[in-house]
C-alpha cells in the first residue's frame, strides 16, 4: 500500500469507502431435492431471524484528479513563452476565440484522463497481490456514489445512470434537514464522527479486526492527499517553540543565573524533537506527509438505536486509543465533506506520515468460507456463517 501510493502525487486525492449494511436479503437458489430444499429453506429463515446482526461489507477506493486549467494567467503566459512558444500562443489564441477555448480544454482534459488511466492501472497491479481488486464501470460507479447520499433501499436499487453529464444532480434524490445534533435523511437519522487525533501508534492493518463488530449501517470514509512538505515550514515550526521554551521572565532577567536555573517548557521541547524527526523521514527515509481525515457516518431509522451506535463506537475504538469527535454545528459540512470532491467541505483533517496511512487503510477482506467440501461426493448449494459472523454462499 506504501508504495502504490507513491504513484500520486499532491494533485490526487485518494478516497476510502467501507459501506456495512445489515437486514440484506440472503442469496440461496433450490436444486430440486426436497430434502435439500427444505434444509435450506430452514437455513435461510434461521439466518432472516438474525438480519439484525448479520451485515453485508463492501470496500471501495476511489481515486480523484481534479480539474487543472488548462489556461494560466495572461502573466504566466507571457513568462513561459521563450520556453513553449507553442503553448503560449495556443493559450493566447484561446482568450480570444471560444472554439480554440474550448479544443484546448479538450485536449487537457484529455491528457489528464489518460494519466489517470494509467495511475489506476497500477495502483490496481500493486494491490492486487493482497486483495481482488477489480475497475468498475461508470453505472457501477455511479451506484456507488450515488450510497453517499441516499439510504433508502428502494433508491439504491433503481439507480441507473442515464447520461454523462450532469451527475451530482442525479445523485441527490433524498431530503435532507439539519437539526441541532443530527441530521434527517429522508426517514433515516445520521450523526457524523470525525477523526480528531489518530492512534498513538500504528502496525499493518491495523482496522481490520475493528469494523466488524455488531453495529448499525454506516459508511466509513477515509480520505488521503498528499503534499509536498517543504523543510522550512517544519523548521520554522521547530524555530517557533525552541525560541518559546523558555518563559519571557526568564529572558528579561538580568541576574547572572545559569542555563540549568532557566525555567523550561518540556512540552515544547518534545515538540521541537518529534519535528525533528519529522525532518528525517523526509530527508532520509523519502516518506512524506499528506493531508488525513477519516469519518464515520451512522444511521438509523431510529435515533435511539444511532445514539447507542455511538457510544458502543466509542468503547471500541477506545481501545486503539484514538480520539473521536462527534460532530455538532459542523455536522453539514461532515456530512458533504464524504463525497468525493466535496473536500472544501472538510473542516478536520490532519497530517500523517505515508506509512501510517497505509497501516489505517481498508486493505483487508472477510473471511469467505469454504465454497467447497472434499468429504462430500455430491455437492449442493447451502448458506453457511462464517468466522465473522457473514453469511456465505
Keep these: 500500500m506504501e508504495s502504490a501510493l507513491r504513484l500520486f502525487d499532491e494533485n490526487y486525492r485518494v478516497y476510502q469507502f467501507l459501506f456495512k449494511r445489515n437486514r440484506q436479503a440472503i442469496p440461496h437458489s433450490f436444486c430440486g431435492k426436497p430434502v435439500v430444499d427444505a434444509a435450506i429453506r430452514d437455513r435461510v429463515a434461521y439466518f432472516e431471524e438474525k438480519a439484525e446482526s448479520l451485515f ?8 480523484l484528479c481534479p480539474s487543472l486549467a488548462a ?19 495556443s493559450e493566447l489564441a484561446a482568450r480570444f476565440s471560444t472554439n480554440t477555448s474550448v479544443r484546448l480544454d479538450a485536449i487537457e482534459m484529455g491528457k489528464a484522463e489518460s494519466a489517470l488511466r494509467q495511475k489506476v ?21 455511479f451506484r456507488i456514489l450515488k450510497r453517499t447520499l441516499n439510504f433508502d433501499p428502494l433508491k439504491l436499487d433503481s439507480a441507473e445512470l442515464k ?4 451527475l451530482d444532480y442525479y445523485l441527490c434524490e433524498s431530503h435532507l434537514e439539519c437539526h441541532r445534533t443530527h441530521l434527517r435523511m429522508d426517514e433515516y437519522f445520521v450523526k457524523v464522527l470525525t477523526l480528531k487525533e489518530p492512534p498513538a501508534h500504528t502496525f499493518p492493518l491495523l482496522l481490520k479486526d ?8 454506516r459508511r466509513d470514509r477515509m480520505e488521503e492527499r498528499r503534499t509536498r512538505q517543504d523543510r522550512r515550514t517544519i523548521q520554522a515550526k521547530r524555530r517557533h517553540f525552541h525560541n518559546t521554551k523558555r518563559s519571557f521572565m526568564s529572558q528579561v532577567n538580568l541576574n547572572d543565573a545559569g542555563p540549568q536555573d532557566l525555567l523550561l517548557d518540556n512540552t ?23 493531508r488525513f481525515s477519516l469519518s464515520v457516518v451512522l444511521y438509523d431509522r431510529d435515533l435511539a438505536m444511532v445514539e447507542r451506535a455511538a457510544a458502543e463506537f466509542y468503547k471500541v475504538f477506545s481501545i486503539m486509543t484514538p480520539s473521536f469527535m462527534m460532530s455538532g454545528f459542523n455536522l453539514l459540512n461532515a456530512f458533504l465533506a464524504t463525497v468525493p470532491g466535496n473536500h472544501p467541505f ?3 483533517s490532519l497530517y500523517l506520515l505515508n506509512t501510517n496511512y497505509a497501516d489505517l487503510s481498508f486493505l483487508f477482506t472477510l473471511d469467505s468460507g469454504e465454497t467447497r467440501n472434499a468429504h462430500l461426493r455430491q455437492e449442493y448449494l447451502a448458506v453457511l456463517e462464517t468466522s465473522h459472523g457473514t453469511p456465505t454462499f
Design 210 to 217: 475493528y469494523w466488524c463488530f455488531r453495529q448499525l449501517p
Design 56 to 63: 453485508s461489507l463492501s470496500i471501495y477506493i476511489v481515486v
Design 346 to 348: 472538510n473542516l478536520r
Design 163 to 166: 447520461h454523462d453529464a450532469f
Design 71 to 89: 489556461r494560466r494567467s495572461l502573466a504566466g503566459t507571457l513568462l513561459e513563452f521563450p520556453g513553449d512558444p507553442g503553448r503560449s500562443w
Design 268 to 290: 515544547k521541547e518534545s515538540q521541537v524533537r518529534e519535528l525533528g524527526k519529522g525532518m528525517e523521514e523526509l530527508e532520509l527515509h523519502g516518506n512524506y506527509f499528506g
Design 121 to 141: 492501472e497500477s495502483f490496481r497491479t500493486q494491490l492486487s497481490d493482497f486483495v481482488s481488486v477489480r475497475l468498475l464501470g461508470k453505472r457501477e460507479a
